[in-house]
């Protein structure tokens, strides 16, 4: 690691994304920790990082563009590095995403930028239920719930109700 890379920093090794973690420029050691500094030279965290990874800017404005998801996602920062940086995307229904839960946190995050209130609820095809059900089976399963009949069955994840759509 050199002085001035670019990177991707943690606090611990499983890169819990409610742990600090940052993205900015390797400084030095302290120890065996990483000293990481924003564009100013200003540390990030005074006690350093414990695991740190080499970043293109591209890739690192992605992770920051994305920050929010992440911190939501429950899921490892590092895991995110290994997603495609395709454009963000579209919220139509006529292209619908194959990640159900990528398809949530957009939704909840394009409702909380624009302060609008989470919808009661929500259809998605079987894909993306099932892709939700599987990321997040305890989540799903605490609120798996049968609807009117109309409805069906639903889960329900960060506060929305989730309907598998009916053929």
Do not use: C
């Not at 919220?91 to 159900?100: A, I, L």
């Amino acid at each position: 690691m050199n002085r001035g890379d670019y990177i991707l920093a943690t606090k611990w090794s499983d890169g819990d994304p409610g742990d600090h973690w940052a993205v900015g420029f390797f400084d030095h050691m302290l120890g065996e920790r990483f000293i990481v500094v924003d564009s100013e030279g200003q540390p990030f965290r005074a006690n350093g990082f414990r695991k740190v990874k080499k970043i293109s800017t591209d890739r690192g404005a992605w992770v920051l563009a994305h920050a929010k998801e992440i911190e939501l996602s429950g899921r490892s920062v590092w895991g995110w590095l290994r997603r495609p940086m395709n454009p963000k995307p579209s919220m139509s229904r006529s292209e619908p995403m194959n990640d159900g839960v990528a398809y949530l946190l957009r939704l909840k995050s394009l409702l909380d930028r624009d302060n609008m209130p989470l919808p009661r609820g929500i259809i998605l095809t079987e894909k993306m239920y099932e892709d939700i059900e599987h990321a997040y089976p305890v989540a799903m399963l605490a609120g798996k719930y049968m609807g009117t009949k109309e409805e069906g069955e639903f889960g329900v994840f960060m506060g929305i109700r989730v309907y598998k759509e009916k053929e």
